[in-house]
């Protein structure tokens, strides 16, 4: 045990570590939100109910169908991206000539209907969800206590957010996505199917969240707001990153963790509101965001 | 960009105003029968949304910007008139080495400094908002009033005065100009709708006048404003102070009628509740917000026994609207009847 700036080191990372976890939920939902931005031009208000249905996927998958922990981290991401799916062919791609503030509107809309659903049927209290056999316990660094669970949190977000950020701007397939961003009509012009392409990018993103969501249950309680309050927090993260980059989304995601951890243990008050006030103070200096493009 | 909300109101002509007076004339009948026919509590609450739902319309309809933060402007302004007229005494932090508070003790305050003080703090807010949010347009804009709105929910969640989650109960209607006794039904009710019709009327007013001109020409084309040589900027800002102050002004109101302010005011919930009722009456009319406010304040009444289906429902009407009724009520009568509401 050692201290630094009169805070017992076990405080301080302790508390930087839930800063990271949180930070890897920025991380991964931002992501989303950003790579659903670049195709479909829409800001997805229903990204915190789409979260909140992977966590309630692994619950469900666990109590009706005996299925465990590592088996819903990939069933449950398929699950409600296939839902995405559903929702882009439904709805979204009638908006693509309209203005974005509808799209926003009708996801915000959406996510209501699924976040009163849920409350519907499952009260508002929070259901547990148990840390898997192989991750329980944890291991004593020296200067503090990692729980495996959360360590492993850490290693498997940053894992699927660079390799999101790989097949984005490494692959063949990225680079058609990329162009399409771009000039979709182009793109279609050589043979792509940009349609089909767009819907897919939405199950994808939707399927970030919903994986994020299983991350989550072992960790928060699985309930029906759990992403109405959170998706707000990543909001200001998205404004202060900037949508323009997938790498931005990712830095800042997990840097806006680590902030808020640190305002934690030094002044616990302001931790709530922390993020939104980095978020007025970048918009005054750089209105961009830190890595957006200027608009 | 180029904004697709379709602008039901089109140039004053003399058929626009035609239809416009006839509209206002059935309000007013309506209103004046109303407290003989309904509980006066909810339709003062309506009227409370309508002003509301009004002054979000100046912002989305005639600008162009969704604001997704409203609920912070009727929020605050609804705790600040609740805390002067219940309390009134005032406490300013001062920074000695440490923050101290300074407290000027004041008698509570009567009904109409109370919502003064409320709208004012509303209009101050509004402009520390809308310097950092107008720098960003569209869903940019959004995203940040959703944001500030979230943090000043926080603070209303963590500062003394609000009473946190109990709020500022049992807040004292008292008696106006130390004339009216407001406690009585009746009085407060002709209150509530005398403020209502100078908002709605003030609001017709901007509109229209040279200032709503340019509003109007930012939300079709934001570029060529700025190459006619407008500076949209400050056009944009003062709309939005304008429509936080008059957000704050409902707020205030309320907070007398129900003599309560809680957090419910001030949460993200509140403000999706405004951009329903606007975007189901019609964004861009002049009566849609009204209408909207009190259909969704007639929903949330009689469908409280449902629990949570209201949220359901209230989903429901948004991507109904979207997909299918993006003129909403109004602007749907209006294009039918092919006449300006």
């Not at chain 1, 979260?51 to 069933?75: C, K, S, T």
């Not at chain 2, 206002?24 to 003989?36: D, Q, S």
């Not at chain 2, 609450?45 to 002003?51: D, G, I, Q, R």
């Not at chain 2, 300013?92 to 400094?113: A, D, M």
């Amino acid at each position: 045990m050692f201290e630094i700036l009169g805070v017992p080191s076990q405080a301080l990372f302790g508390q930087l570590l839930l800063g990271l976890i949180n930070g890897s939920f920025y991380a991964l939902l931002s992501l989303g939100l950003a790579v659903i931005f670049g195709m479909l031009n829409i800001i997805n208000f229903t990204h915190g109910a789409q979260y909140m249905m992977g966590a309630f996927a692994a619950y469900l998958l666990l109590q009706h169908l005996g299925i465990g922990y590592w088996e819903a981290l990939v069933i449950a991401p398929i699950v409600v991206g296939a839902t995405g799916v559903v929702i882009e062919r439904l709805f979204l791609q009638h908006l693509r000539k309209l203005d974005p503030l509808y799209g926003l509107l009708l996801t915000f809309g959406l996510g209501l209907v699924i976040e009163g659903l849920f409350r519907n049927y499952y009260g508002s209290s929070g259901l547990p969800y148990q840390v898997p056999d192989l991750l329980r316990g944890g291991r004593n660094l020296g200067f503090m206590f990692l729980p495996n669970y959360r360590a492993w949190v850490i290693v498997l977000s940053l894992a699927v957010c660079l390799a999101t950020w790989f097949a984005v701007e490494r692959t063949r397939l990225g680079s058609y996505l990329r162009a399409a961003t771009e000039n979709p009509v182009l793109v279609r012009a050589f043979g792509i199917n940009v349609p089909r392409m767009v819907t897919l990018t939405y199950g994808f993103g939707v399927g970030l969240a919903a994986l994020a969501g299983v991350m989550a249950a072992p960790i928060y309680n699985v309930s029906p707001q759990m992403g109405s309050d959170l998706i707000i927090v990543v909001f200001a993260v998205v404004v202060i990153g900037g949508m323009g980059s997938i790498m931005g989304a990712i830095l800042t995601g997990f840097a806006l963790g680590l902030v808020e951890g640190l305002t934690k243990v030094f002044y616990p008050e302001a931790s709530n509101t922390v993020i939104f006030v980095i978020m007025a103070i970048v918009l005054l200096i750089r209105p961009s965001g830190l890595f957006g493009r200027s608009a | 960009m180029e904004s697709s909300i379709e602008p039901s109101v089109l140039a004053a002509n003399r058929e626009t105003s035609w239809s416009l007076a006839v509209a206002f004339a059935v309000m007013i009948a309506a209103l004046a029968i109303g407290p003989f026919e309904v509980y006066p509590v909810f339709l003062m609450k309506a009227l409370c949304f309508s002003l509301f739902a009004c002054a979000f319309n100046l912002l989305i309809g005639y600008v162009g910007l969704i604001s997704f933060g409203h609920a912070l402007f009727f929020g605050w302004a609804s705790y600040l008139t609740a805390y002067a007229a219940k309390v009134g005494s005032l406490s300013f932090p001062f920074w000695f080495g440490k923050v101290t508070w300074l407290v000027l003790s004041l008698p509570p305050q009567s009904p109409e400094v109370s919502i003064l003080i409320g709208t004012l703090v509303a209009a101050i807010l509004g402009y520390g908002t809308g310097v950092i949010a107008i720098r960003r347009q569209g869903i940019y804009f959004a995203m940040i009033t959703l944001a500030l709105s979230q943090m000043m929910y926080f603070f209303a969640l963590q500062a003394k005065f609000t009473g946190g989650e109990d709020g500022i109960q049992g807040v004292p209607r008292g008696r106006l100009f130390g004339i009216f006794d407001l406690s009585d039904e009746k009085t407060m009710y002709v209150f509530v709708l005398v403020v209502f019709l100078a908002g709605f009327l003030l609001i017709y007013r901007i509109i229209n006048s040279p200032f709503g001109e340019v509003l109007k020409a930012i939300r079709e084309n934001e570029q060529r404003t700025i190459s006619l040589g407008y500076r949209t900027e400050r056009y944009k800002l003062l709309a939005f102070v304008l429509s936080a102050t008059l957000a704050g002004l409902a707020g205030s109101l309320n907070s007398l009628v129900f003599q309560l302010a809680s957090l419910t005011d001030v949460h993200w919930t509140m403000s999706g509740d405004v951009v329903l009722m606007t975007l189901l009456g019609g964004l861009g009319t002049v009566f849609g917000p009204v209408v909207g406010a009190f259909v969704v304040i007639a929903m949330q009444n009689y469908l409280a026994p449902f629990g949570q289906w209201v949220l359901v429902i209230q989903g429901a009407i948004f991507v109904v609207c979207v997909l299918a009724f993006r003129r909403g009520i109004v602007g749907e009568l209006a294009q039918l009847l092919r006449v300006g509401l």
